[in-house]
């Protein structure tokens, strides 16, 4: 009998052509762009090249379950226990600015503490900590750092672009599908631009509603996997303020998401969804949505987040401080695929450049005390 699931071998996961040559480009216009932030942002300070705008740091515990599953109880997960953590809720844009103009885009990132293991980070092996860096959609609008280079420069002037009206967005369109020019007709980037299509027509709610990806694979331990952040049905239920209408006001999610956890606590599934067939489950191209009927997801922890008041500037300059990154994690769940193969480089000098330019101590918590208090 087949096995049901796709088992990990380390040649799932090739390196595209002329990958270090792109990748150093994509290094380099990102520190061009994070330079520039500090004058041209709004801020005064230098902001991520994505995810620039959080709108909230929360402290929270991740419970990893019991008897689960041969196949899930791999890596982290195979040991039951709780760990304290931090979350970063953000918008997925460079920009920073009113949340009407920021897209639909929104960010998880998840921080567990005290976990046994060295990372992946090879200036920081011995944090202890396991790092998510997810997005609120099961597919991503880029699967090369080839195309990354195009895709790039289109949102860091995507304001420039869509300030022209449709005359604007038809080039901006126009511009992504063809690689601005540089790519043949058959190669142009239809798949990708119809997931960036797709990713912009998410319905806005708030924060807590939405469920979150890994945007490419990982491996788990023996196979491969995708892990999603989704909201517990029940607390879900529970969110008074569903709707975001970015109209109304410049900020919309952020008070939505503090008004929710200064009255009630909130719960996410930690999921993970095996692959069970590489064709139509691939792992270098990040645009296909991996069916779950061929493979459900399952839930292997829980994420808590108790009630607590956030409503602090102190909050976001905290949040501000921090790193998160998919490379932040044990071998057994390392990221796959040339996307998430290059968001190690590219976040780690990202980090590092926006700390120097913001004069930030750039540390890695040793525990979730270290950021924010413990919630009562």
Known sequence: MAPRFVPYTPDVDGVEPHFDENLKTVIDN?????????TAGGTGRAVRDAHAKGYGVVRGEVEI?????????????AVPGRHDALVRFSNGSPHAGPDARLGTAIGLALKMFDIDGPTLLDDEPDTRTFDYA???APIFFCNTVAHYLFIQELFFKSSTYFAEGRPGAHRFFSDFVTGKGTLDQADWAWDEFLAYIKLGAIPLVNVLLSSYWTMGS???????????IAPDPGFAEAVVRRTIDPSATAEVFRPALVAELQERPYEFDVQVQLCADLQRMPVQDVTVEWSEQLSPYVTVAKLHLPQQDIS???????????????????????PLGNIM??????????SLLR???????????HSADDVLPAAR
């Not at 379950?65 to 997960?77: F, K, N, R, S, V």
């Not at 193969?341 to 990202?350: G, L, Q």
């Open 134 to 136: 997810n997005i609120n």
């Open 218 to 228: 990982v491996r788990h331990g023996d196979y491969i996997a995708k892990v999603r």
């Open 312 to 334: 602090g500037k102190d909050n976001l300059e905290t949040m501000d401080a921090l790193s998160f990154t998919p490379w932040r994690v044990t071998a057994e769940h390392a």
């Open 30 to 38: 990102t520190a061009s762009y994070i330079t520039g932030s500090v």
């Open 341 to 350: 193969r290059a968001r190690k480089d590219v976040y780690r000098h990202s």
């Open 65 to 77: 379950l019991d008897q689960l599953p041969a196949e899930y109880a791999q890596g982290i997960y």
């Open 355 to 365: 700390h120097q330019l913001n004069q930030q101590m750039r540390e890695e918590p």
